[in-house]
C-alpha cells in the first residue's frame, strides 16, 4: 500500500497527468488606488509562478490557483478581504498586501491570529520585524524584500553622495512613511547630511499647498519624497510650480512611469532613488526575458521581480508541506530555502525538477528572480540596493550597494 501511494504521488507530479484537484492561495493586492500599479504586477507576477508550477507537473498532486482580492489600498477592505478569505475560503496562505499599511493590519487582525502564512512582495515597514520580535505574528509573516531599517541607511548614503547635503523631507503620514524618516534622518546626519525640515502629508488630497509651502521654508539643496507615485506627482508638480529646488531623492515605489509622464520628465533630470536590489541569476534572466509577454508589463516594474518569487516559494512550500495544510507552511517555506537544498531556478524545467527533488524527500534551495532568498527568524531577507536615476525620462540604474556597504554605514551611527 504505501509503494502504492508513493508511486500515485510521483506520478501526480509529472506534467501530463491530469490533476483531480485544485489549490487556492488568497492574494490581497492593491489593484487599485494609489498603489494600483504595484499591485497589478504583483498579481500577474503571482499568476506567472503559478501557471509555471503548474506546467511542471502541479503541486501536492493539484493545480495552483488564486482568489484575488483588491484591497483598493484601504486598509479595512485589505482586512475585509482577508477574513474573507481565511475565514470562508479557507485558504492556506495569503499573498500581499503590497505595502505596509495594507500588510500589517491584514497581519495583525486575520493571518496572526488564525495562523496562516503571509507573505508580502514590498512591505517594507520595520513595524512588521517589530512584531515578530515581540510574539505578535505567530510565526507566519514572510517578506520577500528588505525592511526599510536597511533602505533609510542606503538612501542617506547615496543622498550624500550625490551632493544632498541640506535635505527637506515630505513623507506620507502612516507607519512606512514615518518609518523611513527615522532610518533614514540618523545615518543621514552621522554622514555629515542635515535634515532641514520634516513635514508629514495625509494621502488622497487634491492639493498639497500647505505642505509643500512649509517645507520650502527651510531652504534646503534637495527633497526627499516619500510618497506613492499618484500623490507624489501632485506634492512634485507644487513643489516644482512654487519654485522649489530641482534635485530629488525618492522612496522605492516612485519608481514609476505614471509618475515620470505626470511631473514630466524635463523636471526630473537630477531625481534619485533607492530599490531593494537583486543579485542576477538564472531566475533573474528568466523572468526579464519572459514576463513582459505574459503579462504586459514591463518586468522593472515596482513589486514585480519579488512577487514572483513570492509565489514561486508558495507553491514550493505547498508540495513541500505535502498540501495546503496551514499549519505545515511557515516550516515549508523556510524548507524551500534549504541552505543545504540543491539549487533550483525560475521557471517549468526547473521547478519540473525541484518538484521531483520534493517528492523523493530532498532538499530544495530556491534561488529567486531577486536571487537567493534568506529569511531570518522573523521572516526578513537582506539583499543589496539598487541606486537609480531618473534620465531622459526613464528609471536607470547607475549603481548598487551591498549589504557591506549598508553594514559599514550602519557602524557609523552613534
Known sequence: MKKLLLATAALALLPGISQACDITVGLVLELTGEAGAYGQAGAKSVEMAFRDLNDAGGVAGCMLKTDTRDSQTQANVAVDAATQLVQVAKVPAIIGGIISPMSIPML?????????????????????????????????????????????????????????????????????????????????????????????????????????????????????????????????????????????????????????????????????????????????????????????????????????????????????????????????????VSPDGEVIHAGKEEFTKALALIAEGKPIRYEGVIGPVNFDQYGDISGPFRLWQIVDGKVTTVGELTNADVEAVKAQVK
Do not use: C
Open 108 to 336: 495583525t487582525s486575520v493571518t496572526g491570529p488564525a495562523k496562516v502564512l503571509q507573505v508580502s512582495p514590498a512591505s517594507s515597514s520595520p513595524t512588521l520585524t517589530a512584531l515578530g520580535r515581540e510574539g505578535k505574528t505567530n510565526g507566519v509573516f514572510f517578506r520577500t524584500i528588505t525592511s526599510d531599517a536597511l533602505q533609510g541607511v542606503a538612501a542617506a548614503k547615496f543622498a550624500v553622495d550625490q551632493g544632498m547635503k541640506k535635505i527637506v523631507i515630505i513623507h506620507q503620514n502612516n507607519d512606512f512613511g514615518v518609518n523611513l524618516v527615522k532610518e533614514f534622518s540618523d545615518p543621514y546626519t552621522a554622514l555629515g547630511g542635515t535634515v532641514v525640515s520634516v513635514t508629514p502629508y495625509n494621502a488622497k488630497q487634491s492639493d498639497y499647498a500647505a505642505e509643500v509651502t512649509a517645507a520650502m521654508a527651510g531652504g534646503a539643496d534637495a527633497l526627499y519624497l516619500i510618497s506613492d507615485p499618484v500623490d507624489g506627482a501632485t506634492i512634485a508638480r507644487q513643489w516644482i510650480s512654487q519654485g522649489g529646488v530641482q534635485k530629488f531623492l525618492l522612496n522605492d515605489g516612485m519608481n514609476s512611469d505614471d509618475f515620470i509622464a505626470a511631473v514630466g520628465a524635463e523636471f526630473l533630470g537630477q531625481a534619485y532613488g533607492t530599490s531593494s536590489g537583486t543579485v542576477a541569476s538564472a531566475s533573474t534572466e528568466y523572468f526579464n526575458a519572459n514576463y513582459m509577454a505574459f503579462s504586459g508589463i514591463d518586468p522593472a516594474a515596482p513589486a514585480a521581480d519579488r512577487s514572483y518569487d513570492a509565489g514561486a516559494l508558495v507553491g514550493l512550500a505547498i508540495a513541500i508541506a505535502g498540501g495546503p495544510d496551514a499549519a505545515k507552511l511557515p516550516d515549508a517555506l523556510r524548507a524551500a
